[in-house]
């Protein structure tokens, strides 16, 4: 069992930044792939970022080059930095681990007004 709890959403003009945070109840060792996916109002919920154990990363072409994926394995955090938001960022936000089976986060909320 692997619990997630994330923490850093808000409010943000655009152009600004927010950092997410997601704490993992489990050892990041043990966990393969992390990420963060969002669901925005009306729409589906879409990838955002990945990285796997081995530091690997992966990023949706949207938030490429305004996004970085982090891994603190020491802490058992996920941190997800978002720089030059935008109005088509706004989205619920949630951490997600696999390890044997898909594990999600609440949600955290990100509002990015124009």
């Known amino acids: 069992q692997v619990q997630l709890v994330e923490s850093g959403g808000g409010l943000v003009q655009a152009g600004g930044s927010l950092r997410l945070s997601c704490a993992a109840s489990a050892s990041l060792f043990s966990i393969n792939v992390m990420g963060w996916y969002r669901r925005a109002p009306g729409k589906q919920r879409e990838l955002v970022a990945t990285?796997?154990?081995?530091?690997?990363?992966t990023y949706a072409n949207s938030v490429k080059g305004r996004f970085t994926i982090f891994r603190d394995s020491a802490k058992n955090t996920m941190d997800l930095q978002m720089n030059s938001l935008k109005p088509e960022d706004t989205a619920v936000y949630y951490c997600?681990?696999?390890?044997?089976?898909?594990?999600w986060g609440q949600g955290t909320q990100v509002t990015v007004s124009s």
């Open positions: 990285i796997t154990s081995d530091g690997s990363t």
């Open positions: 997600h681990a696999y390890r044997l089976i898909d594990y």
